[in-house]
């Protein structure tokens, strides 16, 4: 108790030097073309949630933030960061790409990782969705869509203002199955220099499951600089290390011999060199990540031990053509490679060069771009693009059509490949194809209220935007179940054993409908209300004879919504999911997937000295709703906790 009181006293000395902006609901992004656009210029579907939501919602982890934005299924197995598949327009967790700052986060091993953002959330600027096709300028993964990360240090710009500006936030929470959380950090800023750092901190004993707890000690923490050396030259550095360890079981598997636990580590190095002339900005961006897994599936198993790597490096060139045109160009580098003892050792090398063609032409703007692939298994590889958007008053038209690949990673080419002996479970498989699809997609966005800036002060800001899309792919990747004698290698296998083989299913092709609708509105008084809802509709058409496991894992329908408002003497949030799927059902662990489940997070917070110290209560699965998103891996049950939050 003495600790958790001393822990409390250093959050409430740590002070917020922040005002709150109103949302912005058509923001500059980079997203589409690497360009700064409006998103209503870019002719996609995109959302952009500002960081300092994070703060706000009751959630504790990107991954969590990511479940509550329209449109994203977040598939989670274990709580406040353990592990979560983000899925977006139906597709697998494999093909979303997430992008840090201009580099490629998805790990060599496995999509499952892709979920460990290896940032403190007082580091986000804002986190973008960009929804649909997107290999012609980022490549691999990019087919369901792109999460994109920005941050407050790299993306700051030189100012000229005298004044120093400082944020510095902290918040501490303790609640039932001896939950304690941290997460501080802040931002730093003068004319020419943007510091950015801070530390998230979730762990907890876990709810029961069967058998075994559900335990987390997530850690996260990250440190940025950017300098401007001159007018047209700066550089920026990141640093940052995270390591997730919980309780693992029947994360991947239906046994009854699973009790496992798993500890992942990461550590990620970047640096950005940038040069802004009168016509051109030109980056060199590169990376380094390296990863620890350490996986035991039960106390007597020898435990897997995967180390990957990843380095790459992206040149950029933004030629300002004239007002209303400019040409992106790029090369790109990869090189991946894994060392363990149950995938062995494998290296893959990739390059890439892409251009890009930016143009507005009064109401109309349009983006073609093509991306020209090479990779050692799928050889080369002539990827396009086009974005179409036009405005017209309040309405704003968009279409895009673009080709995506997909290349396996280590895991699906390699897992349980190097044991001696294998009796049951996935098995990789070398001979995988490249997953190629095209995808298209047509929508519409509206802006109900006027753009003027007195009735936006009076009504505030609605965006409504409708999608209608649909994906064409051949030679997915996903896992079938595959009797013994169907398998292509069997020297580790056992004649009686149950096995799911990575396989290329022949076709697999989906459409769907999205909504999205946004709201944000400042009151007089320190009254705000913002909020978000989105909701889709998804079905395939499959071509496999027998049912593979993610892409039949998906919901059918999903909505999921925040709910936000705040004045001067408290504040109350609410998010939700629900979802539509196809029932699953595990007896040998008696478990099971229900066709429809809600859940719902609640949090309220009381100012207790003038917007400055805050006490909050929060409860997470409120109707204590029986939660699965995968089958096997058990959610929490109804969860309290509470905290104290200081702000200045």
């Known amino acids: 108790m003495k600790a958790i009181l001393l822990f409390f006293l250093l959050i409430s000395i740590i002070y917020t030097f922040a005002q709150e902006k109103e949302i912005e609901l058509d923001p500059v992004t980079l997203s589409t073309s690497l360009s700064a656009q409006k998103i209503s210029q870019t002719g996609r579907n995109i959302i952009s949630i500002p960081g300092e939501q994070f703060n706000k919602l009751p959630v504790h982890s990107v991954d969590e933030l990511l479940r509550y934005v329209p449109g994203i299924e977040v598939q989670t197995r274990g709580p406040q960061g353990s592990q979560s598949d983000i899925v977006l327009r139906g597709g697998t967790f494999e093909q979303v790409l997430v992008i840090f700052d201009g580099i490629r986060l998805n790990d060599p091993n496995t999509g499952h990782f892709s979920s460990y953002i290896p940032i403190a959330p007082a580091e986000i600027d804002r986190i973008e969705i960009l929804k649909g096709a997107s290999s012609a300028i980022y490549g691999s993964e990019a087919v369901g869509g792109v999460i994109n990360i920005v941050t407050k240090a790299f993306s700051a710009k030189k100012t000229q203002e005298p004044d120093k500006k400082l944020q510095v936030n902290a918040e501490g929470t303790i609640g039932e199955y001896k939950l304690i959380n941290g997460n501080f950090g802040g931002f730093y800023q003068n004319n020419y220099t943007s510091i950015g750092g801070g530390f998230l901190t979730n762990n907890s004993n876990g709810q029961l499951q069967r058998g075994a707890r559900g335990f987390f000690h997530n850690n996260t923490a990250s440190l940025s600089l950017k300098q401007w050396i001159n007018d047209h030259c700066n550089i920026a550095l990141r640093s940052a290390f995270d390591s997730r360890d919980f309780g693992a079981q029947n994360f991947y598997t239906t046994f009854v011999s699973d009790t496992a636990s798993e500890k992942v580590t990461t550590s990620w190095n970047q640096l950005q060199l940038q040069y802004q002339g009168n016509k051109h900005i030109v980056a060199i961006n590169a990376g380094y990540k390296a990863v620890k897994d350490h996986f035991a599936f039960n106390p007597s198993s020898v435990a897997n031990e995967n180390h990957s790597y990843l380095f790459q490096t992206v040149v950029t060139d933004n030629y ?16 991946k490679w894994i060392r363990s003892n149950d995938r ?73 490949y190097n044991k001696v002996f294998v009796s049951g479970g996935s098995i990789g498989n070398p001979g995988l194809k490249a997953e190629r699809s095209f995808s298209y997609e047509a929508g519409i966005d509206y802006w109900p209220l006027s753009e003027s800036l007195s009735t936006r002060e009076k009504l505030g800001q609605l965006k409504i935007s409708f999608t209608v899309f649909r994906r064409e792919q051949n030679n997915v990747i996903d896992w079938v179940t595959t009797p013994y004698a169907n398998m292509p290698r069997k020297d580790n296998l056992s004649p009686t054993g149950t096995y799911a083989l990575a396989s290329n299913i022949a076709k697999v092709n989906t459409s769907g409908l999205e909504t999205d609708i946004q709201y944000s509105k400042r009151f007089k008084k320190q009254q705000q209300f913002w909020g978000t809802v989105g909701l889709i509709w998804l079905d395939d058409e499959i071509s496999a004879g027998n049912p593979s496991f993610y892409i039949s894992s998906h919901a059918k329908f999903l909505t999921n919504f925040n709910l936000e408002y705040s004045n001067q003497l408290f504040s109350i949030t609410l998010n939700g999911v629900y979802k539509h799927r196809t029932p699953q059902e595990a007896s040998a662990i008696n478990t099971t997937i229900h066709a429809d489940c809600f859940t719902m997070n609640a949090k309220v917070a009381v100012w207790l000295l003038k917007q400055r110290l805050s006490i909050f209560s929060e409860l997470d699965n409120v109707f204590d709703a029986e939660n699965s998103d995968l089958l096997g891996s058990q959610l929490p049950g109804r969860w309290w906790m509470g905290g104290l939050k200081f702000i200045l």
Not at 320 to 335: F, I, K, P
Not at 353 to 382: C, H, K, M
Not at 385 to 391: D, R, V
Request: aromatic fraction near 10%.
């Open 344 to 416: 062995g050792n494998h290296n893959l090398n990739q390059m890439a060069a892409f251009i890009i063609w930016n143009q507005i032409l009064n109401r109309f703007s349009y983006s073609p771009s093509v991306r020209v692939d090479y990779t050692q298994n799928s050889g080369t590889e002539l990827i396009p693009q086009l974005n179409l958007s036009y405005h017209l008053n309040k309405i704003q038209l968009r279409a895009s059509a673009g080709k995506t690949i997909r290349e396996a990673d280590f895991t699906e080419r390699y897992n349980n």
């Open 320 to 335: 300002h053509v004239s007002t209303n045109a400019n040409l992106v160009s790029g090369v790109q580098y990869q090189q």
